[in-house]
């Protein structure tokens, strides 16, 4: 039997759309959501979190850097349509899965979506200080103490060469893990779900912190929401 190249194509879609696995929420708090993607509102002011991150850099980073990530994703989600229907965390946690005309720009444009939202909702005014419950204890036993733990981190997000971030993630075991990206990737590329992301792209200080990328981290710590990522330790393993 003889089919249609469109015949053809259609099969292909329609097999390449049942390779896919059950959504994960990679850490999300929203309901997962499909294309057209939108940049999520802040939930607090631009200026929220000064003195440790300033206004100005917040309201760049949010409404032109974030932006343009997902205006990206937009557009390669529109020119491969196999791709509609499918969340952020689907398509980067499914790279393999992406047609090739557009896996890089899901990998950085997608992961900038995927990145920079967890990143506002990891933070907060009046943040920082130390988690409790069952992450705080993780931490301890994962790390020897929440101490050594920040300095691990703080490590990897120093070590980042270029742009990138630096995470806490959680392992295909379940463990947790300090790890580093470069760009906009994402440990849901690599299957870890990552609970805390820090963006350490120039973008997200030089306009307070200039070269200074490690008074930019330690600042940082100051508006961790813990309450936040410690909601994503049941989700993550799920
Ligand atoms: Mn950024």
């Known amino acids: ?62 409404d032109k850097h974030h932006a343009a990530y997902v205006a990206r994703l937009n557009e390669a989600v529109a020119a491969a349509p196999v791709l509609a229907g499918r969340t952020v965390e ?10 090739e005309s557009v896996r890089t720009a899901v990998r950085n444009h997608g992961g900038g979506h995927l990145n920079h939202t967890l990143f506002w909702a990891s933070m907060k005014p009046g943040g920082g200080g130390v988690p409790a419950g ?6 301890a036993a994962a790390f020897g103490s929440q101490e050594s733990f920040v300095e691990r981190f703080t490590a990897a997000a120093l070590g980042v060469f270029g742009s990138g971030w630096a995470w806490l993630a959680v392992g295909a075991r379940g463990e947790l ?62």
Not at 90 to 97: D, F, I, K, Q
Not at 205 to 218: D, G, I, P, S
């Open 1 to 62: 039997m003889k089919i249609s190249r469109r015949e053809a194509l259609g099969t292909m879609a329609v097999a390449a759309a049942g390779l896919w696995v059950a959504p994960s929420t990679g850490g999300a708090e929203e309901p997962a959501k499909a294309a057209p993607f939108e940049v999520p509102a802040l939930p607090y002011g631009f200026d929220a979190l000064e003195p440790h991150l300033d206004a100005e850099t917040m309201r760049i980073h949010h």
């Open 134 to 139: 069952r992450l705080a204890s993780e931490i």
């Open 90 to 99: 689907e398509l980067v946690g499914g790279l393999e899965r992406v047609p």
């Open 177 to 238: 893990a300090i790890e580093a990206t470069a760009n906009q990737d994402s440990p849901l590329a690599a299957g870890r779900r990552p609970l805390l992301g820090l963006d350490v792209w120039e973008h997200a200080y030089y306009l307070r912190y200039q070269n200074r990328r490690a008074e930019y981290v330690k600042a940082w710590w100051n508006v961790v929401d813990w309450t936040a990522v410690a909601a994503r330790l049941g989700p993550a393993r799920a």
